[in-house]
């Protein structure tokens, strides 16, 4: 079982909507978890951070944490077609090292459809 | 421009060759990070530092993989006898060590070996 896990997609979104991502993780320990963007051909790109049960906003983004079901989503209000890339689920953990704390899941692919 | 820069963005060598990568971070970030990704999968951890101490590797990262970070600023990644199964985006990521999982990475070097 990966660590991090995420549907791969194609979500389809029509534009205006509100798109959700889905990611479950797999090690109780796991301490803060992060939603990066990334667009084809491109690196990818912090948008979210989280680190306590709950949600936080920001913008058009909300990060919602479930530490008990180890579970975390992003959901992107009032779609745009800018929206469109790779959602990228990552979890970290203290392990001593540090980096390989950070761990990724496969990412899901989200189409916004104007 | 202030961002992670890696260079080169492209690099098409033949199977055996040795292949040189350099990433200079955000000049205020003292950790920085080597990441690997392929089509359709999460960038997975290789190595990072933080100023100039390499402080962990990951399992993935064979013998003929070699990172530096000579004076705790740019870094290099090495690859000798380059295997097609070598053929990746290879990402550099930097960040502050108090937002470990918080990461700012470069755009990439595209690796394709014939």
């Known amino acids: 079982q990966k660590e991090v896990e995420q549907n791969s997609g194609p979500l389809s979104v029509p534009e205006g909507a509100i798109a959700s991502l889905n990611c479950t993780y797999s090690?109780?320990?796991?301490?803060?978890f992060f939603w990066y963007r990334q667009y084809s051909g491109k690196s990818p790109e912090l948008i979210m951070s989280i680190y306590s049960n709950g949600d936080k906003e920001d913008g058009r983004f909300t990060a919602q944490l479930n530490k008990a079901s180890q579970y975390v989503s992003l959901l992107i209000r009032d779609s745009q077609p800018s929206d469109s890339a790779t959602y990228l689920c990552?979890?970290?953990?203290?392990?001593?090292?540090?980096?390989?704390?950070?761990?990724f899941g496969k990412g899901t692919h989200l189409i916004i459809q104007p | 421009d202030t961002g992670v820069s890696q260079d080169p963005r492209h690099k098409i060598t033949k199977r055996g060759q040795n292949v040189t990568f350099r990433c200079d971070p955000i000049s205020e970030h003292n950790r920085l990070y080597w990441y690997r990704q392929t089509l359709g999968q999460g960038p997975e951890f290789l190595t990072y530092f933080q100023n100039e101490a390499q402080l962990e590797k990951s399992r993935l990262l064979s013998d003929r993989f070699s990172a530096e970070r000579p004076k705790g600023s740019f870094s290099t990644l090495e690859i000798q006898r380059t295997e097609q199964g070598d053929s990746a985006m290879y990402l550099c990521a930097s960040s502050l060590i108090k937002n470990t999982g918080e990461l700012f990475f470069g755009e990439g070097s595209r690796l394709t070996v014939l």
């Open positions: 990552a979890a970290f953990k203290f392990s001593g090292g540090g980096a390989d704390g950070l761990t």
């Open positions: 090690d109780r320990v796991s301490q803060s």
